[in-house]
């Protein structure tokens, strides 16, 4: 199986994937750990606003709307 990592603002609709990684550190890294993105955490794209920004993801059973700034920073696993 091929496992490549990519920026979470770059999966597809509808594809899920694993977070592998955070790239950022200080409030915005705190911010992600709060909300459950830790390593192995699976994460599907379910909507995009009109503009693309932001993005509503399915984490841990919850909605959450991230913004590309955001999303970018967070690294997936996807198989």
């Known amino acids: 199986m091929n496992i490549s990592q990519i920026p979470l603002n ?3 609709i509808g594809k899920r994937a694993s977070v592998a990684a955070l790239t950022t ?12 993105l830790v390593g192995g955490t699976e994460i599907e794209p379910l909507y995009e606003s009109p503009s693309g920004n932001p993005v509503a993801y399915l984490i841990r059973g919850a ?17």
């Open 25 to 36: 550190d200080g409030a915005t890294r705190r911010r992600m750990l709060d909300l459950g």
């Open 10 to 12: 770059q999966l597809p």
């Open 63 to 79: 909605v959450i709307a991230l913004r590309s700034d955001i999303s970018s920073k967070i690294m997936v696993s996807v198989s």
